[in-house]
């Protein structure tokens, strides 16, 4: 499933910060001080870079750390903002874990409710309606379309974020890292492992 194959949006009213990075985006540009591809860029920077890795910290926090973890379970929110996370869309956070019994996988079938403070803007495929409604009747097929093959033993559980309670996943820590440290470990953790859509791959 490629982002690249997913453009559409459930419609809904811009918000004032909404509004207001569209009519900055707009004067930039209109003054030549924005090209063409840079906005392009930085989206994709806060998508797949700069906002997943408040996740990664705090997921790698939690494989180290069991009382972090703990907390992290009861609360996410107030458990993030111990690293000092925290922000628009993150305030009813709720962490979970993938173990050995179960594979979560996050979406929003509404429309793109997704915890912007730990893993970033959401990506294309998040917003995309066939990935909304594909991943609630048929996890597996989706998740094997991501390169995740889940046994059939595991059962597979489908969170449905909404505007009252966003997900992010803890996922298993991959086999080999017991010997790095939180700081190499938070390196190994991707936006797609916290949506549950991949699974982390062993360390060589």
């Keep these: 499933m490629s982002e690249h194959d997913h453009h559409h949006h459930h419609p809904h009213s811009p918000t004032e910060g909404e509004v207001r990075a569209r009519a900055l985006e707009s004067l930039l540009r209109e003054k030549g001080v ?10 994709d920077t806060y998508t797949n870079d700069i906002g997943p890795m408040n996740g990664a910290r705090a997921v790698a926090k939690a494989w180290v750390d069991p009382e972090f ?15 000092g996370i925290s922000g628009m869309e993150g305030e009813n956070l709720v962490a979970v874990e993938n173990t050995e019994d179960v594979h979560h996988v ?8 997704y915890p912007w403070p730990v893993l970033g803007l959401p990506p294309r495929w998040y917003k995309d309606a066939p990935y909304r409604a594909r991943v609630v009747r048929e996890p597996r097929k989706v998740l094997a379309e991501f390169g995740t093959t889940v046994a ?11 505007v009252e309670v966003r997900y992010f996943i ?17 390196k190994l953790v991707t936006r797609d492992s916290m949506v549950g859509v991949t699974v982390l791959p062993a360390v060589a």
């Excluded at 924005?34 to 989206?43: A, C, F």
């Excluded at 973890?69 to 690293?83: D, F, G, I, P, Y």
């Excluded at 991959?174 to 440290?181: A, D, F, I, K, R």
């Design 170 to 186: 803890i996922p298993q820590r991959p086999q080999g890292s017991e010997s790095l440290s939180e700081e190499a470990l938070a």
């Design 106 to 113: 996050i979406v929003c079938t509404l429309c793109s409710c």
């Design 34 to 43: 924005l090209q063409g591809p840079v906005i392009d860029e930085i989206i």
């Design 69 to 83: 973890k703990k907390r992290l379970l009861e609360n996410a929110t107030k458990a993030v903002a111990e690293l």
């Design 152 to 162: 059939d033993s595991k059962p597979v559980k489908v969170l449905d974020s909404n």
